[in-house]
């Protein structure tokens, strides 16, 4: 497959891949992974420019990378290709170097030259498969690489981000539910909710009225517990409940300041 490109101003000078197949099938893997490819001998710095980029941790339950950034050896490219989120990058610039080789095919040589010396990345959406990213970096010059993602981070961040946001919207927002789960929470607990398709039922504790549903890839969550009638009108009781209300239904977990806030409302005209 030929890969054409063109110069896009709006991104100052980052370069678009162009896919020539429109009707490819959907992107494979987790909305949350990034597929690395490059050479063992490459690993260490590219994962140390990478991690600039994708740094952020979320707490749903434990502290988690926000992405997971896999990596996998040039050879498994043919295989790895069609995956959502996929960037190919090489540092020593060899052509006994797997990752430098692989580039080297998959580019043709106008691109190539222009990675190699006026830009260290090619960007493409779509060049494999349907909502797909696909990035190639070259990494060979760490000065030029410190500016390009002191410069192009947000950009780049922005653009995973987006994806990941439409890819969650197929499974979030379709018709596909889980009904023989929803049929279980009405009968035994009589709660009426809507369960996406690909959530299970982590753990529940009837004694104590608490379930816990949840799915993975990424992990996603909500824990629901309640008690019968009236309990309390002070506010800081209700606060500190809620407060301790993780770690004591999850162990581990604990809440923190950081953006942390609690709203009053009324439900079936109760406070």
Not at 252 to 266: A, P, R, S, W
């Amino acid at each position: 497959m030929l890969l054409r490109f063109v110069n896009l101003s709006i991104v100052s000078s980052l370069i678009f891949l162009i896919g020539c197949n429109l009707n490819n099938k959907e992107a494979l893997g987790a909305d949350n992974e990034i597929r690395v490819i490059c050479s063992e001998l490459d690993r260490d710095i590219v994962y140390e420019n990478l991690s600039q980029i994708f740094t952020d941790t979320i707490y749903t339950p434990e502290p988690e990378p926000y992405y997971f950034l896999k990596f996998s050896d040039p050879s498994t490219y043919k295989s790895m290709k069609a995956h959502a989120n996929l960037i190919v990058a090489y540092v020593n610039k060899n052509d006994k170097n797997p990752g430098y080789d692989l580039v080297k095919k998959i580019l043709n040589n106008e691109q190539f030259e222009f990675i190699s010396k006026s830009n260290p990345m090619i960007m493409g959406q779509d060049i494999l498969a349907k909502n797909q990213l696909f990035i190639i970096v070259n990494m060979s010059d760490q000065n030029s690489m410190d500016k390009w993602i002191e410069g192009k981070n947000n950009f780049i961040r922005k653009k995973f981000d987006d994806q990941f946001k439409n890819r969650q919207k197929r499974h979030i927002l379709n018709d596909f539910r889980n009904d023989e789960l929803e049929r279980k929470l009405a009968e035994k607990y009589d709660i009426n909710l809507q369960v996406p398709w690909g959530w299970e039922l982590i753990r529940e504790r009837s004694d104590s009225n608490f379930i816990w549903l949840g799915r993975e890839m990424p992990f996603q969550w909500i824990g629901i517990n309640w008690k019968s009638g009236k309990h309390t009108d002070d506010e800081l009781i209700v606060g500190d409940y809620l407060w301790q209300w993780p770690k004591k239904h999850y162990g581990y977990i604990q809440n923190m300041d950081h953006k942390f806030k609690l709203d009053k409302t009324t439900f079936e005209n109760n406070n």
